[in-house]
């Protein structure tokens, strides 16, 4: 409940561009780590350190853009060039090819979709904490597997999947909404601003 609760205000804050968005998302991934070694998931380990440590790097890396912003509140998305983009994806795939060896060599459960989880991570945390728009195309990717692999877990009445995929359904709204905010709302506010 608890990381239920503070994964939806930190992905809240982080659609609204908000320096706030780490203070909850340090709580999130502490809650989600400790469920996550309570149950033994290696993979959900490596992934909530990840994540918690790129909270502290984030809260860093925005406040200093945000001090030179007018609007000192929320962080502007910036676009992602399309070097940068395929550099991202190639990083992306080499990951994803070593999580998969060592899935393998574990004997994981569903393997080919969540060896992608913590490539996907690591590129939406990165571009995230950068302020680049495109994170949301890793957070989308990420959160439709994660649908996947928790309704395939509830098919196997594997526990709590029932609220780890309701979870997850909630996480895939929010970037999809996150994503409109960040491509659309945002430049709709800049357009009103240069008019003025």
């Not at 910036?78 to 940068?84: F, N």
């Not at 959160?143 to 999947?161: C, E, M, R, T, Y």
């Amino acid at each position: 409940l608890l990381t239920g609760i503070t994964v939806v205000i930190n992905l809240i804050l982080v659609d609204q561009g908000r320096l706030t968005n780490y203070s909850w998302g340090i709580i999130a991934c502490a809650a989600w780590l400790t469920t996550a070694i309570t149950n033994r998931l290696i993979g959900d380990i490596a992934s909530q350190s990840f994540y918690l440590i790129m909270q502290f790097v984030g809260i860093t890396v925005w406040h200093r853009k945000m001090a030179v912003q007018p609007d000192a509140s929320e962080l502007t998305g910036r676009k992602l060039s399309k070097l940068a983009g395929c550099s991202w994806f190639a990083l992306a795939i080499l990951v994803y090819a070593i999580v998969l060896h060592f899935s393998k060599q574990l004997n994981g459960n569903q393997i080919y979709l969540d060896a992608t989880l913590l490539p996907l991570g690591i590129v939406g945390s990165v571009l995230m904490v950068n302020g680049y728009r495109s994170q949301w195309v890793a957070w989308i990717t990420l959160d439709v597997i994660n649908v996947i692999i928790w309704f395939n877990q509830l098919k196997g009445f594997s526990p709590a999947a029932a609220s780890m995929l309701a979870l997850q359904l909630v996480m895939l709204a929010n970037a999809l909404y996150g994503a409109y905010l960040w491509f659309f709302g945002q430049n709709t506010q800049q357009d009103k601003l240069d008019t003025h």
